[in-house]
């Protein structure tokens, strides 16, 4: 079973509008960590956000916030106010906490496009 | 500036020729990680390291070799290149091995997308 699902391959938003990429995990471990990056075109990943599992609260990052519902299992990433610049790939991925090998596991991204 | 790097960048080989892609990484991490992207599959971890001479396993180790002999420099090889290696990959690497919340988050080189004819 996947354990990172990320159901939308592509998504468009209008610039200055909110926009939510869906993530959802699996995992059997009470203990373990959600990320989100951006992968622009230039190849390289860019960490965005965190949730720990225990974070009693949504993280949030400036313009990025994390919508964690646990009892779904889902880690929705929220980008408000989109600009042109936001045009990326975006790769969930989640860290279980008996992990000895640090292994991120990631989902297929989803591609957003921004227009303006 | 603290960083991860890759060469090269770009190659483009032919099957069964060997080679290997260098990481070297300044922030005195422990844990270094190779992965390789695919479209569609997201990154999938190859090998990992936990410190100097431990090395093991990830998802998919096929075809790949790695060593650990300095702390800052974590090897990928691939002594017979197939096409199915045509990829993108990329080093990655944290302070320490296990979950400890965002402040071992990985960081990631630049990549480097490989090509096997």
């Known amino acids: 079973a996947q354990k990172i699902t990320q159901t939308q391959p592509g998504m468009f938003v209008q610039e200055k509008e909110a926009v939510t990429l869906d993530c959802t995990y699996d995992?059997?471990?009470?203990?373990?960590?959600l990320f989100w990056y951006k992968q622009p075109s230039s190849g390289e990943m860019i960490f965005l956000i965190y949730?720990?599992?225990?974070?009693?609260q949504n993280a949030t990052e400036g313009r990025y916030s994390l919508n964690f519902q646990k009892a779904r299992k889902s880690a929705n990433l929220v980008i408000s106010a989109s600009q042109l610049g936001d045009s990326a790939m975006y790769f969930c991925a989640m860290r279980e906490g008996n992990n000895a090998g640090n292994m991120l596991t990631f989902g297929g991204g989803t591609r957003l496009m921004v227009k303006p | 500036e603290a960083q991860v790097t890759q060469n090269p960048r770009y190659l483009i080989t032919v099957t069964g020729k060997k080679l290997t892609v260098t990481c070297s990484q300044n922030m005195n991490h422990e844990y270094m990680s190779w992965y390789r992207q695919d479209p569609g599959l997201g990154l999938r971890q190859i090998y990992y390291s936990m410190n100097v001479e431990v090395t093991d396993k990830g998802d998919v180790p096929e075809g790949y070799k790695v060593s650990r002999k300095e702390k800052r420099n974590f090897p990928l090889i691939l002594e017979s290149p197939s096409p199915n290696q045509t990829s993108l990959y990329f080093c990655?690497?944290?302070?320490?091995?296990?979950?400890?919340?965002?402040?071992?988050?990985?960081?990631f080189g630049p990549g480097t997308r490989l090509t096997v004819l």
């Open positions: 990655a690497s944290s302070p320490r091995p296990g979950l400890a919340g965002p402040h071992n988050e990985q960081f």
């Open positions: 949730q720990g599992s225990y974070d009693q």
């Open positions: 995992t059997s471990d009470p203990s373990y960590g």
